[in-house]
């Protein structure tokens, strides 16, 4: 026994002294045995000069691009996927790593995959993405990585930031349709964009409130004043997106049609049109025109020109906006697309959701009542139904956004299921000072709608900063409590002063009686709310790396707007009861808070409130 256990120890001191030639056999001898060269074929040139780039900064090493598969360490290839869908596989036996793609911007998601997966890349904006240096990356020894796009159309609508970060920061991400209002593509950024699409092989397409693009006052008007919205008996030129035409006027809708026509073919790289109606301008209450609800002359229109796009352009996919009210009553939430566009795909746009709730559980009538249009859609017309979201507009959400990161899975999961195979991400992060201000947490609503759109068995946590997720999660819980409050509360369904939704003028509210009592529950959110982000900013770390002090300081200003509008909803209840000296302090507080919106309009409040106080005073 004692000569066993000398023999086993000689063993292992022996084993000790001798070069550690296992693992691998040896992780130092396969980095030299790699030769740090990457082959593709033609389809994926520009993606193995990605992934050169990338791991040449990583590594520290030269990669270079190989002239042959022989003995490449990283090899890029195309197998063509009979689904149709993006597809990508990373496989690796540990001498060698293939990358297959189903198209050539697979082959770019597949790059982007392994550089996160491998060596913890993240893309978190446009001008931010964190790249590990790690001089001892190997390729792994057992990889087997297989994605199949779970949606097939991931589009990211560029009402803002329309430019080429944006672009390569979507494609990043997923995204493989970039889209942006019709008349933008006429711009030199569009130019920008769509060179950045052909390179890594992303669709392109065109949408928008286009009625008064592709109907212009300027050009029409004099000769044709029939064609534009009648208001009070006189014809009036449209001149803006929110501007409809006369649409129960064939010839009008005959010669929108041509120019919708000659637009796609001047642009013959669009894929996909999705027009729009105006939305929230001018309205024809012509006699003929007031036959039927606007959305139905619009879906009459759609009908028309799906069937004349079929001819002219058979390969662009053409598809109607479903808003969640009837534009001509403002009032009714639906989600109906116009039973007179039968054959016409519908995208679905539930302005004003509350998204911290996954829909299918919301019992708020008025999401019951969307989500009962969706699935009977959905049912009845198979293929046909789309989403548009609106996961990064941060101004419906009074600049109070959260990360979605929570129910946005399951809202994707559900929206599957309908068969659902176009989602449209609305790319709108407005504040109302800065939209550098909101545009990050934007960013990573997108970067995970790009993912799970992709992939919806992802990693969400993966996705965000490891040293913030905690203070995230405690923020988007108070937030996300004030989500609530969308629906109720934006336009149009609501005169409101303050609140969430784009028309925020003060002088706009108004102390109606049967708004009481919901105001009565938005203070009690509000008041809720500043407490307890007081609480959490006095628990905010004193220092940290950049990405923990931009979270701070966002959360340091949605306590101060949270406060802000607070002091606002107290002083309009006081209004209510005629207790003007009180209203009057509250306003007061409202502007000592150093909330920067809205400062006008609360000062001229103010003032309206103290003469009001002076006139009761003098009455006594």
Known sequence: MTMRIFIIISVILISLALPPWSKA?????????????????????????????????????????????????????????????????????????????????????????????????????????YRPKLPNWTIPSRLDVRETATFRSRQLCLEWNQNAPMTVWAAKNRFNLITMNFWNWDQPFGNGIREIAKSRGLELGGNGHGMFYFLPASKYFAAHPEWFPEIDGKRIP????????????????????????????????????????????????????????????????MEEAQAAMKKACPNVRFSLLAYNYDLTDKTVAG????????????????????????????????????????????RRHPGQAEIFAYYTDTYMNSDLCPVFNASMPVDLRFYKSLGVDEICLLW????SLNSSRTEWIACQNAALLGHLTMNLQCRTDDLRRPETRVLQEQLNTILGKLSALLFPFAPPRSADAWGCGFSREVMKWE?????????????????????????????????????????????????????????????QMAIR??????????LERALACNMPEEREQTAAWLQRVKAQATTAKIAK
């Open 25 to 129: 056999e040896n992780s130092e001898n396969q980095e030299k045995a790699m030769n740090f060269t990457i082959w593709s074929d033609n389809s994926g040139k520009f993606a193995a000069e990605e992934l050169r780039w990338y791991l040449s900064q990583i590594t520290g090493r030269n990669w270079q691009l190989a002239a042959t598969p022989d003995h490449a360490a990283i090899r890029l290839r195309l197998q063509h996927d009979s689904s149709g869908r993006d597809a990508f596989t990373l496989h690796s036996d540990g001498v060698g790593l293939e990358i297959t793609g189903a198209n050539p911007r697979s082959l770019y998601y597949g790059v982007y995959a392994l550089l996160e997966q491998t060596a913890g890349c993240r893309f978190y904006e446009p001008a931010d993405e």
């Open 238 to 301: 449209a001149k803006n997106t929110g501007d409809n035409f006369c649409y129960s006027n064939a010839s009008a809708r005959a010669e929108l049609v041509n120019n919708l026509i000659a637009f796609c073919r001047k642009h013959p790289y669009l894929t996909t049109i999705n027009l729009w109606p105006g939305d929230g301008g001018l309205i024809c209450r012509c006699p003929q025109c007031r036959t039927k609800p606007l959305m139905e002359y619009y879906g009459v229109l």
């Open 335 to 378: 989600l109906r697309p116009p039973v007179t566009a039968p054959h016409v795909p519908a995208m679905f746009a539930f302005w004003g959701q509350n998204l911290t709730i996954p829909l299918q559980n919301n019992p708020e009538p008025g999401h019951r009542l969307a989500l009962n249009y969706l699935t009977d859609y959905a």
């Open 428 to 431: 709108i992060p407005w504040d």
């Open 511 to 571: 102390p109606v009686p049967e708004r009481r009592q919901l105001e009565e529950q938005r203070l009690k959110l509000f008041r809720q709310a500043d407490a307890e982000l007081a609480a959490l900013v006095s628990r905010l770390p004193a220092e940290g790396n950049p990405g923990v002090r931009q979270l701070c300081e966002h959360i340091r200003r949605c306590a101060v707007r949270v406060a802000g509008l607070r002091y606002i909803f107290e002083a």
């Open 577 to 586: 009861d005629h207790q003007w000296t009180v209203a009057s302090s509250w």
